[in-house]
């Protein structure tokens, strides 16, 4: 771990220590010496400090932040007990370029001591750590041109108080505060822990979409908003803590368009992420149907989209974001849901409207994920066979439209599926719901998404581990144990009475919502060079213009 840097002739920055180092006999003095600390910017009564023979001093960096405004002078004591200058007035601007910022660890879902730790994820190399006491904060000082990406990740402290113990919350995807945007201040509250921003004269362009990196590196591509000349990070959603988009490196000349449109971003093609992430947004426009919204979609949403959409209630004017445009006035209504982030009442609220149908004591439904496309089967055939066997009516979501769909789900006593997509459409539903909602485990372990809905909507919903192996990806096959599952439903008639024989099934998942006000704070809208060159060439790429994409190769 990098403790130290050296810099200006007579001081360095401790990054370990968080403090700025002043060693006088670095220049040259041999008796006690007079550190005087002065502020520029804005000025500040100079500070003294005497420093023994051989000594130094260590000044704590927020007291000197930022460093280009503040200088030091050396003065040395004479034979007579004055003193004169030994150095002048030095600028700490000479200790190097580091950014600075502070870690609240509660506003990411941890609330107990833990170390705060920001580190390379390709090598897993610790840059920096600090420990934070429950509920406390802590600053972070770091070189401005560290090369590599960084994560922020959060670990429990070990009883001995060295080496770091199991992780807890999320991973994050680290932005160095010069490379982020500014949120803007005009925001505007509404019930159900809601809100929106608004921006003036906006330039929309059509999103890139290439995958790249991992984990929490990941993108899905480059989004395009700028408002004059300045990326607009109310445009960007969050995944499990990453960003996932990342800014267009240029501003394209637009159409311009009159009036005040609301953006609601990318609709997403998939059930499951459409009545999320897709309509993370249309809150606004429920509440605003005079005002057209804006897809930033290549082509007409899919019919089943817009049957959802006619479902809760959108009626709003729908433009497809196909070239770019310039309106005068953008409302950027920020997202009622964030996947693994947090789920906000408010959402729930405006998606969840259609009626339950009335519930039929003792029906049972099983809603299988066989047949859906491009998801390995295995092990799910037979769990069709099993819960048939015990009274289940194997029902396949995908088969059927929407409303048949709800009403089915609405009206069982028990529901049983395995955690995915189909797990998401009681979300349309208007509370309350007196099914019984019981998850079968694969990759989140009921954590994340799935613990939000069940809080924000008050689901009756458990999640139950039947897996033989773990998985670590939506799409690997279903290791399952039958015989358990079996057994686990002979031993409860169905998931219905002896429950506490699930006991040892049941999954504990933590509720650790984060907020977006916390990741718009730390969106990235800027680049080094490397990555902005990189990004450019995808984008010609992406676009088709091989001669720019050739120069830019070559260059």
């Known amino acids: 771990m990098t403790s130290t840097t050296s810099a200006g002739p007579f001081f360095f920055v401790d990054l370990e220590g968080d403090r700025l180092v002043v060693v006088p006999a670095l220049a040259g003095a041999s008796g006690p010496t007079k550190v005087v600390v002065r502020g520029q910017d804005p000025p500040t009564a100079d500070a003294s400090h005497v420093v023994p023979a051989g000594g130094h001093l260590?000044?704590?960096?927020?007291?000197?932040?930022?460093?280009?405004?503040?200088?030091?002078?050396?003065?040395?004591?004479?034979?007579?007990?004055?003193?004169?200058?030994?150095?002048?007035?030095?600028?700490?601007?000479?200790?190097?370029?580091?950014?600075?910022?502070?870690?609240?660890?509660?506003?990411?879902?941890?609330?107990?001591?833990?170390?705060?730790?920001?580190?390379?994820p390709a090598t897993r190399k610790v840059v920096l750590r600090r420990a934070v006491a429950a509920g406390g904060s802590t600053p972070f000082t770091y070189p401005a041109a560290h090369d590599a990406e960084l994560v922020l990740e959060f670990n429990r402290r070990t009883d001995e108080g060295v080496g770091l113990g199991p992780r807890v919350g999320p991973t994050l995807r680290w932005s160095p505060v010069a490379l982020r945007g500014a949120p803007t201040r005009d925001v505007s509250e509404h019930a159900g822990g809601l809100r929106a921003a608004q921006r003036e004269d906006v330039t929309l362009a059509p999103r890139a979409l290439v995958r790249a990196g991992e984990g929490p590196l990941r993108t899905?591509?480059?989004?395009?908003?700028?408002?004059?000349?300045?990326?607009?990070?109310?445009?960007v959603d969050f995944v499990l803590g990453r960003q996932e988009m990342l800014f267009q490196p240029s501003v394209p000349e637009p159409e311009v368009r009159p009036g005040t449109v609301v953006y609601l971003g990318r609709p997403h093609s998939s059930w499951g992420h459409f009545l999320t992430q897709g309509l993370a947004r249309v809150w606004y426009a429920q509440r605003h149907p005079e005002l057209p919204v804006v897809?930033?979609?290549?082509?007409?949403?899919?019919?089943?989209?817009?049957?959802?959409?006619?479902?809760?209630?959108?009626?709003?004017?729908?433009?497809?974001?196909?070239?770019?445009?310039?309106?005068?006035?953008?409302?950027?209504?920020?997202?009622?849901?964030?996947?693994?982030?947090?789920?906000?009442?408010?959402?729930?609220?405006?998606?969840?409207?259609?009626?339950?149908?009335?519930?039929?004591?003792?029906?049972?439904?099983?809603?299988?994920?066989?047949?859906?496309?491009?998801?390995?089967?295995?092990?799910?055939?037979?769990?069709?066979?099993?819960?048939?066997?015990?009274?289940?009516?194997?029902?396949?979501?995908?088969?059927?439209p929407i409303e048949e769909q709800l009403s089915e789900i609405s009206s069982a006593e028990t529901v049983v599926a395995f955690e995915g997509s189909s797990l998401h459409t009681p979300l349309l539903l208007r509370d309350p719901l007196h099914t019984r909602f019981w998850a079968l485990t694969r990759h989140r372990r009921g954590a994340g998404l799935f613990e939000h809905i069940r809080q924000a909507k008050g689901l009756r919903y458990e999640t139950l581990n039947f897996l033989r192996s773990p998985i670590r990806r939506?799409?690997?096959?279903?290791?399952?144990?039958?015989?358990g599952l079996e057994r686990a439903l002979t031993d409860t008639d169905g998931f219905t009475t002896n429950l506490e024989a699930l006991e040892a099934h049941r999954e504990h998942p933590a509720f650790e919502p984060t907020s977006y006000d916390a990741h718009r704070r730390m969106t990235q809208v800027r680049a080094g060079r490397p990555q902005t060159a990189l990004t450019e060439l995808r984008l010609a790429v992406l676009a088709g213009d091989v001669e720019h994409a050739r120069r830019l190769a070559r260059s």
């Open 58 to 120: 260590r000044l704590d960096l927020g007291d000197v932040w930022p460093l280009p405004s503040f200088s030091v002078r050396l003065e040395q004591e004479r034979d007579d007990g004055t003193w004169v200058e030994l150095r002048p007035y030095t600028s700490l601007r000479g200790a190097g370029d580091f950014d600075r910022d502070v870690i609240t660890p509660g506003t990411w879902g941890v609330h107990e001591s833990c170390v705060a730790v920001l580190r390379e």
């Open 220 to 235: 899905e591509g480059f989004v395009g908003a700028w408002s004059g000349d300045e990326p607009v990070v109310e445009a």
């Open 295 to 400: 897809w930033d979609s290549p082509g007409r949403l899919r019919p089943y989209q817009q049957q959802v959409l006619d479902l809760v209630g959108v009626q709003n004017d729908q433009i497809l974001l196909t070239e770019p445009a310039r309106w005068e006035r953008v409302v950027f209504p920020f997202p009622g849901v964030c996947i693994g982030d947090y789920v906000t009442p408010g959402f729930v609220e405006s998606i969840g409207v259609v009626p339950p149908a009335p519930p039929v004591p003792g029906k049972r439904l099983f809603l299988t994920r066989t047949g859906v496309a491009g998801f390995p089967e295995g092990a799910e055939r037979e769990a069709d066979r099993i819960m048939e066997e015990h009274g289940f009516t194997v029902f396949h979501p995908q088969r059927h």
């Open 474 to 483: 939506a799409r690997e096959p279903v290791d399952l144990d039958l015989v």
